[in-house]
């Protein structure tokens, strides 16, 4: 069972630089997530969507894009990398089924530094 | 938004039983309560998720007072390979993105350190 892949595991970026995050699940989830995670904080929501072609911001979406043109996958482009952009991104996804409630599956994360 | 509040680190030996208490004051009527483990360089985990009273699994069980303004996630005989950071999430994203809700995006919390001692 694949869940949520996450691509790459391992990055370093220099200032300015742009790259995406990519992220892909298979199990039919309407809804996926971008978190960040700062190290001994918890986990805060970048971006957000509940369908191909719907996107909505979460928290701390400055600095980030995202799309959704398929229901399996869910990019995040940083369009121009800053330090403070050093993390592990997470990548979610969950059903709206309404018996589901708020199982969220999680990716194994990708590690990003800005240099 | 249900803000949760959780104690932010807590420390055990293993053999005994934990009790992890999450306070949510402003639970909203059709809120779950759901559980997530986080091990150091891995994505969270779902433990345990319950909506009243109480909900039992083979990891763990989850007690919902009456009034549902907090939520115990009880760990029996913790082991070192349950420490963890463990986070309290309460909403529902059914509700939240059917009905509306734009709010309620299902943030998480600091979380609680586990530290589990042989």
């Known amino acids: 069972n694949a869940g949520v892949t996450q691509t790459p595991k391992f990055q370093v970026l220099k200032t300015g630089q742009s790259m995406t995050l990519q992220c892909a699940q298979d199990?039919?989830?309407?809804?996926m997530s971008w978190y960040r995670q700062d190290p001994g904080m918890g986990l805060r929501l970048i971006h957000y969507?509940?369908?191909?072609?719907?996107?909505d911001q979460g928290e701390v979406p400055n600095g980030y894009n995202v799309s959704r043109s398929t229901t399996e996958d869910f990019p995040l482009r940083l369009l121009s990398a800053a330090p403070s952009q050093t993390s592990v991104y997470f990548c979610?996804?969950?059903?709206?089924?309404?018996?589901?409630?708020?199982?969220?599956?999680f990716g194994e994360g990708s590690w990003l530094t800005v240099v | 938004l249900a803000k949760t509040t959780q104690p932010i680190s807590m420390d055990s030996y293993e053999g005994q039983e934990v009790n992890i208490t999450c306070s949510h004051n402003?639970?909203?009527?059709?809120?779950?309560i759901t559980w997530y483990q986080q091990f150091p360089s891995q994505g969270p985990r779902f433990i345990i998720q319950?909506?009243?009273t109480k909900v039992t699994n083979e990891v763990a069980s989850l007690f919902i007072p009456a009034d549902r303004k907090s939520s115990t996630l009880s760990l029996p005989r913790v082991s070192l390979s349950d420490t963890a950071v463990y986070y309290c999430?309460?909403?529902?994203?059914?509700?939240?993105?059917?009905?509306?809700?734009?709010?309620?995006?299902?943030?998480f919390g600091t979380g609680t350190l586990l530290a589990v001692q042989p």
């Open positions: 199990m039919n989830h309407e809804y």
């Open positions: 969507s509940v369908g191909a072609g719907i996107t």
């Open positions: 402003n639970i909203a009527t059709n809120d779950y």
């Open positions: 319950g909506y009243k």
């Open positions: 979610a996804s969950s059903t709206l089924d309404r018996d589901s409630g708020n199982t969220i599956y």
């Open positions: 999430l309460v909403g529902d994203l059914y509700v939240y993105m059917n009905y509306g809700g734009a709010t309620n995006k299902l943030i």
